[in-house]
Nanobody, 128 residues
């Protein structure tokens, strides 16, 4: 079973940037498609971004497209979410998630939540 630990959250002003990291243990990252989702106070979870096990396919929610970038380093067992031009509406707890996949897959994914594995989350607050 995968264990996922997110880090990198914090308080940032509108227009600022943060880089979230997800450290993976307990299994090979090669066999898992990964993603990020978030949950804002009083709202349901929202898929933010996803990346195929091979790293060649990525996808983003319309709300973050052009501002966020997902990446992965399978050798280091890390998944990242670079968040630029942050807005107050990006304020949420951000979670890293993973599902079993064929290795080296470039299959398209859709941002979602409800992964087989997920971390405890990291808080991102965008406020002036």
């Amino acid at each position: 079973q995968l264990q996922l630990v997110e880090s990198g959250g914090g308080v940032v002003q509108p227009g600022g940037s943060l880089r979230l990291s997800c450290a993976v243990s307990g299994g090979s990252l090669d066999y898992h498609a990964m993603g990020w989702f978030r949950q804002a106070p009083g709202k349901g979870p929202e898929g933010v971004s996803c990346i195929s096990s091979g790293g060649g396919s990525t996808n983003y929610a319309d709300s973050v497209k052009g501002r966020f970038t997902i990446s992965r380093d399978n050798a280091k067992k890390m998944v990242y979410l670079q968040m630029n031009s942050l807005k107050p509406e990006d304020t949420a707890v951000y979670y890293c998630g993973g599902d079993l996949s064929q290795p080296h897959s470039q299959a398209m994914c859709a941002p979602r939540y409800g992964y087989d594995y997920r971390g405890q989350g990291t808080q991102v607050t965008v406020s002036s």
